[in-house]
């Protein structure tokens, strides 16, 4: 029985860790949001910069909202995303202050650039971090305030 238990574990830890998490923990964050910052100038749209990391349960939330929420569909039209990992907030964080995003206020925390690399806004509050707690239309609407300029 013991054997038994053991193996189930064991086989439920590789898989957790088999399967990716939203962000690339091995990224290189600062040519990710050159790349994207190319692409939104050829799209004439803004970039937005989600901080976070995998053992988060709000960026796992959010990235959910991202691909099948209420917001997946205004993301997509509005911004080009790119995730950057600060592990346990001792990644990016330069990244995070250069755009003015306040991570010790929890993640996930945003930046939103213009095409040209501009800051427009910036989380300094924590508007995210309880996003298991704000649920799908919360989500929509931050987002939809954001694209807005606001």
């Given at each position: 029985?013991?054997?038994?238990?053991?193996?189930?574990?064991?086989?439920?830890?590789?898989?957790?860790?088999?399967?990716?998490?939203?962000?690339?923990?091995?990224?290189?964050?600062?040519?990710?949001?050159?790349?994207?910052?190319?692409?939104?100038?050829?799209?004439?749209?803004?970039?937005?910069?989600?901080?976070?990391?995998?053992?988060?349960?709000?960026?796992?939330?959010?990235?959910?909202?991202?691909?099948?929420?209420?917001?997946?569909?205004?993301?997509?039209?509005?911004?080009?995303?790119?995730?950057?990992?600060?592990?346990?907030?001792?990644?990016?964080t330069d990244?995070?202050?250069?755009?003015?995003?306040?991570?010790?206020?929890?993640?996930?925390?945003?930046?939103?650039?213009?095409?040209e690399g501009?800051?427009?806004?910036?989380?300094?509050?924590?508007?995210?971090?309880?996003?298991r707690q704000?649920?799908?239309?919360?989500?929509?609407?931050?987002?939809?305030?954001?694209?807005?300029?606001?």
């Open positions: 029985m013991r054997k038994t238990l053991a193996v189930m574990l064991l086989a439920a830890a590789s898989v957790a860790m088999a399967s990716p998490g939203p962000y690339d923990e091995t990224a290189d964050a600062k040519a990710e949001i050159a790349t994207a910052l190319a692409q939104a100038q050829r799209a004439k749209l803004a970039v937005l910069v989600v901080f976070g990391a995998n053992w988060c349960g709000d960026c796992k939330v959010l990235d959910m909202a991202f691909k099948s929420g209420t917001a997946a569909a205004l993301i997509a039209q509005n911004f080009r995303v790119v995730k950057v990992d600060v592990g346990r907030f001792t990644k990016n990244v995070a202050e250069a755009y003015g995003v306040v991570l010790k206020k929890g993640i996930p925390a945003v930046a939103v650039l213009s095409a501009e800051p427009l806004y910036a989380t300094k509050a924590g508007e995210l971090s309880n996003a704000m649920g799908d239309q919360a989500i929509y609407d931050f987002f939809a305030k954001v694209a807005k300029g606001g």
